[in-house]
């Protein structure tokens, strides 16, 4: 009561607060805050999410790369015949082994097996009647394992890059059964 005998209102609740079901006061400032501490939580889980994956993403693109530059790929000119090698050192055979040479000519090897090396024996072959020798530098082309594949090319440096799709066949001379009788394959005792 006031001291005016009349009853005293109950004051009726402002812009600073609402008056809830069980009779306690809710602030809408409160509401604010808890709204913008919880999207700050979605945005923080988002963030991690997208950081966990770019992780995982640059983890395999690591491995994917580690396997392939156990590819190798090398010639020896000065060994009498000459000797070209392809070293697969993965548990894993190689696909659309390809060398392409210098002149634009090409070998199709098609499958190096796992842990096994390839080698060519001469680079000198009587194609259509006449002495053909291989021409340098030349580059290998072969497919991975993985899932999408991944294509890849190691360069007469034994550098290996990785391409962008899966390149087009050759459009050169294919030497595959002119030097296909010079082709030996070793396996080796241990793989990586």
Same mark, same amino acid.
């Given at each position: 009561m006031s001291s005016w005998g009349h009853?005293?209102? *109950?004051?009726? =609740?402002?812009?600073?607060? *609402?008056?809830?079901?069980? #009779?306690?006061?809710r602030s809408p400032a409160r509401d604010w805050l $808890?709204?913008?501490?919880?999207?700050?939580? +979605?945005?923080? $889980?988002i963030v991690s999410l997208s950081q966990s994956r770019d992780a995982q993403k640059a983890a395999q693109q690591a491995q994917?790369? *580690?396997?392939?530059? &156990?590819? /190798? @790929? @090398?010639?020896?000119?000065?060994?009498q015949p000459p000797h070209m090698y392809i070293v697969n050192r993965? =548990? @894993?055979?190689i696909k659309d082994v390809t060398i392409s040479f210098g002149d634009g000519s090409y070998h199709a090897v098609g499958v190096v097996p796992a842990c096994?090396?390839?080698?060519?024996? &001469?680079?000198?072959? &009587? +194609? &259509? #009647?006449?002495n053909y020798t291989l021409r340098f530098p030349a580059n290998l082309n072969f497919t991975? *394992?993985?899932?999408?594949?991944?294509?890849?090319?190691?360069? $007469?440096?034994?550098? +290996?890059?990785?391409?962008? /799709?899966?390149?087009s066949p050759p459009s050169g001379f294919n030497l595959t059964s002119y030097f296909a009788g010079h082709v030996q394959l070793q396996f080796l005792?241990?793989? +990586?």
């Open positions: 009853p005293t209102p *109950e004051p009726t =609740p402002g812009p600073a607060a *609402e008056q809830k079901p069980d #009779g306690s006061r $808890s709204t913008l501490i919880a999207g700050g939580a +979605v945005l923080v $889980s994917q790369r *580690e396997r392939a530059a &156990n590819v /190798g @790929f @090398f010639s020896q000119a000065g060994l993965n =548990p @894993f055979d096994s090396i390839w080698h060519l024996t &001469n680079f000198t072959e &009587n +194609v &259509n #009647g006449s991975d *394992e993985d899932d999408p594949p991944g294509h890849w090319v190691v360069d $007469s440096q034994d550098r +290996v890059q990785q391409m962008k /799709g899966k390149p005792n241990a793989c +990586v």
